[in-house]
């Protein structure tokens, strides 16, 4: 197996033994969704050095840091487990990437995604109401399967045109979504 050049940026050590059992990786452990101006610039040194991919946990905690990261340290890469991959099988545990499956941590670490800057966004709230995305009954269902599709996460109305300018979604790729979430009977109303 080869060893993933980046180091993967994760929140604990029950993350870092479940990435290493998927891929072969060295990992930045944040210990917890505070991070501190040493761990940022650790995280920067390791950008500078290795690149970073950035790989939370799909709750607050995890787009709290996620969002910390990326502004502090620009080019950082994104993975993205969906919330239902993240789901404890004991009671007691809480939502994380260290209850994700190794093919599931596999398919998230090869599609990851790097942030741009855009000078001028390319979507608008009328291109989300249109496609079903925004202000309608069932508009929160269809951005959470939207973002699966492209495998950016979930965000609400204004979280999710972010992210498609960050991630340089293209028109294709947004229509193409768009279609497969119409083939599944997910419409707008």
Same mark, same amino acid.
């Given at each position: 197996m080869d060893k993933i050049k980046e180091v993967i940026v994760v929140e604990g050590k029950d993350d870092t033994k479940q990435v290493q059992r998927a891929v072969a990786a060295d990992t930045f452990e944040t210990n917890g969704s505070a991070l501190s101006p040493k761990a940022i610039e650790q995280i920067k040194k390791l950008q500078e050095s290795r690149g970073v991919i950035v790989f939370t946990d799909p709750d607050f905690n995890g787009e709290r840091l996620r969002k910390m990261i990326d502004q502090a340290v620009p080019g950082v890469k994104?993975?993205? %487990? #969906? #919330?239902? =991959?993240?789901?404890?099988t004991e009671a007691h545990g809480s939502l994380g990437v260290e209850h994700a499956s190794q093919a599931v941590i596999k398919a998230a670490l090869q599609n990851v995604y790097t942030t741009t800057p855009v000078k001028q966004a390319v979507f608008t709230n009328q291109d989300l109401i249109q496609a079903g995305l925004a202000g309608g009954p069932v508009a929160k269902y269809r951005r959470q399967r939207f973002g699966? %599709? @492209?495998g950016i996460g979930y965000g609400n109305a204004k979280q999710l045109l972010k992210r498609l300018d960050l991630f340089g979604i293209t028109q294709e790729d947004f229509d193409r979504a768009v279609a497969q @979430?119409? =083939?599944e009977g997910t419409t707008h109303e």
């Open positions: 994104h993975a993205f %487990i #969906r #919330r239902d =991959q993240g789901v404890p699966e %599709i @492209l @979430l119409n =083939q």
